[in-house]
């Protein structure tokens, strides 16, 4: 069993907020629209993948431009038709990586849009892992490049199964139509890739730049830690600020200024982390607050903003610890 992640707790008590995995993530409310996740229970055997019936783009049809798709005619195919609309040149995306895009939802029979991100102006964050998503995107996505568009028309058997999804206006018998533009995938190789930044105080720890998904050296200098919270780039990435109330997804380090020992590391593990900036220590909230999508971040957390007198049970923190964090920011969910 893997470790679990220690960033899920509250420094006064701490008071889990939500549940922590295995693989070092956290479930977060409100990080998913209800129409591409899971449904409760999916059993159904891998489908047989076609290449239609699929209904037209009749307007949108650049990458990331909401489209508009016709109603489908005559029967849908039983089995998963996908079909690749534009063909991305990045990372191809395998099963259990996360993917940023955006996308629209429609049921064939009746052109019933039932969802899409393109109005929201954000794109959706998920994992491509049974529970986390319907099992048509799982297999529809799998093999493709970032950078696609792609079209899929998903049978009941690998949707919401004969319960349907009421909340989205869906039957238990309804066949349902996406388009997925594809603008990013993350896995455990992922890292930053921000502009360095200088290192330039002796005093606090040196982060690695390495960018190659492998974990960032830290070397804490000999001297007394700082009393106040610090939190600065080592890379700074170009995307949007994070804000508090935010979800990310990251690549962590966790190292005791006092040894220089590694305590908790996505690296490690060998899995990204997602969670609420309401859920983690103080320490990392305030310090994450503000820095920008795609950057790497130092972090030092003095004790009143991490674990205090109270650290977690097992996880080699002694009381009063100043600890010490690399954290990548790949997106925010």
Do not use: H
Request: proline fraction near 7%; hydrophobic fraction near 35%; aromatic fraction near 6%.
């Amino acid at each position: 069993m893997r470790r679990r992640s220690l960033l899920i707790a509250v420094p006064a008590g701490l008071v889990t907020l939500a549940a922590c995995g295995d693989d070092g993530s956290a479930s977060s409310e409100a990080t998913t629209s209800p129409s591409p996740s899971a449904p409760e229970t999916s059993g159904a055997p891998a489908p047989k993948i076609v290449d239609g019936p699929l209904p037209a783009i009749t307007a949108g049809t650049k990458f990331d431009e909401k489209p508009t798709v016709a109603k489908g005619t005559g029967e849908p195919s039983k089995d998963l038709a996908v079909k690749t609309v534009i063909a991305g040149g990045g990372q191809t995306v395998a099963e259990n990586d996360y993917i940023q895009a955006n996308y629209l939802g429609q049921i064939w029979s009746t052109a019933k849009v039932f969802d899409n991100s393109y109005d929201r102006g954000t794109p959706l964050v998920i994992q491509l892992a049974p529970g986390s998503i319907i099992d048509g995107w799982r297999y529809a996505l799998s093999g493709k490049k970032a950078g696609s568009r792609v079209q899929m028309a998903v049978p009941p058997t690998w949707g919401y199964g004969e319960q349907g999804n009421a909340q989205a206006g869906i039957k238990g018998t309804d066949t349902l139509v996406f388009v997925v533009d594809i603008q990013a995938s993350f896995n455990s190789r992922s890292s930053a890739k921000g502009t360095q930044v200088d290192q330039a105080d002796a005093d606090l720890p040196q982060v690695g730049t390495n960018t190659d998904g492998k974990a960032p050296a830290i070397e804490v200098p000999k001297a007394d830690p700082p009393t106040k919270l610090v939190a600065e780039y080592v890379l700074e990435g170009d995307g949007a600020e994070v804000a508090a109330e935010d979800s990310l997804l990251v690549q962590y380090r966790g190292v005791l200024w006092d040894t220089g020992k590694e305590f908790d590391s996505t690296y490690s593990r060998n899995a990204l982390a997602s969670f609420s900036l309401q859920q983690v220590v103080k320490g990392w909230a305030q310090g994450l607050t503000g820095k920008k999508v795609g950057s790497r971040v130092l972090i030092v957390i003095p004790p009143d903003l991490g674990y205090g007198d109270n650290p977690p049970s097992g996880s080699g923190i002694k009381k009063d610890s100043t600890l010490v964090f690399s954290v990548d920011i790949l997106a925010k969910m």
